[in-house]
């Protein structure tokens, strides 16, 4: 089972979301089951951020200036699913998912749900730097994504 401290440096994310905490450990269980880690006690740390402190995260562990959607950042770089294992930490930043500012709030619900996927399968090992590597991991942002879908709807 996912265990998730939420974490917040940014007050938006409660006027968009209400219990922000509840939202995220629902999302979690509604993933397909192979990533529930049903018989062990897995462990991440969800920081919801802004454009500002996600460029300062940015700056100093990737040497990029510049703010992003989603940071994420293994505790492990081989992740070997066992019982009471720390994943590590995601960030999201509300600016990048609050655009634009007039959308719907299922829009930029669904942005998030998105985003923390892609978040989520970059602390199991999955990237995106070669094409071939793109592909599995947007299959398997798709799949996760269709799973929560239809749970939560």
């Known amino acids: ?5 939420v974490v ?5 994310w409660s006027k968009k979301i209400k219990k922000v905490e509840i939202f995220f450990k629902s999302l979690c269980k509604s993933f397909p089951r192979k990533y529930q880690f049903l018989n062990k006690k897995i462990f991440i740390t969800l920081f919801l951020s802004n454009n500002k402190s996600i460029k300062k995260l940015n700056k100093r562990f990737r040497k990029r200036n510049k703010a992003t959607d989603v940071l994420s950042f293994p505790f492990e770089k081989k992740t070997k699913i066992k019982n009471n294992l720390y994943l590590g930490d995601i960030v999201i930043s509300f600016n990048f998912m609050d655009k634009p500012k007039n959308q719907k709030i299922n829009l930029f619900k669904d942005k998030v749900i998105k985003t923390f996927i892609h978040g989520f399968l970059h602390l199991l090992g999955f990237d995106h ?23 939560i709807n």
């Open 8 to 12: 917040s440096d940014e007050e938006n």
């Open 1 to 5: 089972m996912i265990s998730i401290e």
């Open 129 to 151: 730097m070669k094409q071939s590597d793109y592909k599995k991991m947007l299959k398997e942002e798709q799949n996760i994504y269709h799973s929560v879908i239809k749970k």
